[in-house]
């Protein structure tokens, strides 16, 4: 996995966020490299 393992506050935002969001992280996957640019995405 590219993250690695993810914090437990994140792997919990992600479980709860929308489809939408979860759509926009996919569409850039590969300009994710850390926890925090999940975080930007997500906001």
């Not at 926009?24 to 906001?43: C, H, K, R």
Request: hydrophobic residues 35%; charged residues 25%; negative net charge.
């Amino acid at each position: 996995m590219k993250l690695g393992t993810l914090s437990s506050p994140l792997e919990k935002q992600l479980t709860e966020t929308s489809l939408e969001k979860l759509n926009e992280l996919t569409l850039n996957i590969f300009n994710i490299n850390s926890e925090e640019d999940v975080l930007n995405l997500m906001n």
